[in-house]
């Protein structure tokens, strides 16, 4: 079904990273798959025009540390959008929804309190297998996480704009 509405304004961000500043906070507990998210991310950064001299990683132990590290990047002005990547696995912990629920809200809150686009870029699977389904390189969650950052700086500047 078509319709002949034409909204007035439609904005759709461009994934054009030239000049921007990105941080990617990484946690190391199941660094075999978070250094599998970086690959993807890394892989991204260079498509999108980022500079490796824009680029700061920053490593904390798990995925429960990252949003203080995303809001001490924003905070201190080291970085226009923040990259989490960390993989919480279900089979391997009974704390599970704590530490995966914890990450997750506190990205949210860090990126709404900052109005600085904080990406969840953080697995949280069942089981090894799915983690490792969604960190390859077909499938990569670190490469997606990084065209989302990209087009949500250019969205916030184009909307502070009009
Ligand atoms: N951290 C993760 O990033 N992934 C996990 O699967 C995980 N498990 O299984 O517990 C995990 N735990 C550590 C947590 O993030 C904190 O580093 C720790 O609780 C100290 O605050």
Excluded at 112 to 129: R, S, Y
Aim: hydrophobic share 40%.
């Amino acid at each position: 079904m078509s319709s002949n509405f034409r909204a007035a304004n439609s904005i759709d961000a461009d994934v054009d990273g030239s000049g921007m500043r990105i941080a990617l906070v990484c946690g190391r507990f199941n660094d075999h798959i978070t250094n599998r998210l970086l690959e993807g991310a890394e892989n991204a950064l260079a498509v999108h025009g980022v500079s490796e001299s824009d680029v700061t990683i920053v490593w904390v132990p798990g995925a429960y540390e990252v949003p203080m590290a995303a809001k001490a990047l924003i905070v201190n002005g080291h970085a226009d959008a923040v990259v989490c990547l960390g993989a919480v696995i279900r089979g391997e912990t009974s704390h599970y929804d704590f530490v995966a629920g914890e990450c997750a809200r506190g990205i949210q809150d860090v990126q709404l309190e900052t109005g600085t686009p904080v990406i969840f870029g953080v697995l949280t699977t069942e089981n090894l297998e799915q983690a490792l389904a969604r960190s390859c390189d077909d499938d990569n969650k670190g490469e997606e996480s990084v065209r989302t950052a990209i087009e949500m700086v250019n969205l916030v500047r184009t909307l502070s704009r009009s």
